[in-house]
């Protein structure tokens, strides 16, 4: 299993592949134990973290644009001032993530678990949030203009100042 000591060689990789060197390779960390790891600033388009274990690992101002990254678990994780624009997160848990000031434009959340995350000052524009649990969320001042949010649970979220203009809300929200 691919885990934190592979990384300096896997990034390198990548890196030479979004180059388009035929020496690289697309990161492919599918199912890694990436727990605790320092991704800080970590370019990370395009790679696939299919289920991977980023529980408190640091994505601090990582790009991780187009990544998929569905089913991972980054539970406790700090993604703040990520570049997650399209991104596919569809059932990843990110319960307590701090995702603080990310670009998460056009990302899919589909049937994600935010409970307790920070999503304040987030760019959530265009977002499939559909079945999304969003329980206990900080979206102060969160964009999520014409976000799908269908589905999705909004208890006890804050939304305080959020922009939520050409958003799908869940049914019988705001009555």
């Known amino acids: 299993m691919t885990g934190i000591h592979d990384l300096p060689e896997i990034l390198k990789l990548h890196q030479l592949w979004l ?3 035929p020496a690289g390779c697309r990161a492919d960390l599918t199912d890694a134990d ?5 991704l800080t600033r970590a370019y990370l388009t395009r790679a696939n973290l299919t289920g991977a274990n980023l529980t408190r690992a640091n994505l601090t101002r990582a790009n991780l644009y187009g990544a998929n990254v569905t089913g991972a678990n980054v539970t406790g994780a700090n993604l703040a001032g990520a570049n997650l624009f399209m991104a596919d997160l569809a059932g990843a848990k990110l319960v307590g993530a701090n995702l603080s000031g990310a670009d998460l434009t056009w990302a899919n959340l589909s049937g994600a678990d935010l409970i307790g995350a920070d999503l304040t000052w987030a760019n959530l524009e265009g977002a499939n949030l559909t079945g999304a649990n969003l329980a206990g ?3 102060t001042g969160a964009n999520l203009i014409v976000a799908n949010l269908t589905g999705a649970n909004l208890t006890g ?3 305080y100042a959020a922009d939520l203009a050409g958003a799908v809300l869940p049914e019988g929200w705001g009555q």
């Open 19 to 21: 180059e388009g060197d």
């Open 137 to 139: 969320a900080n979206l």
């Open 34 to 38: 990436l727990t605790d790891a320092d």
């Open 157 to 159: 979220a804050n939304l």
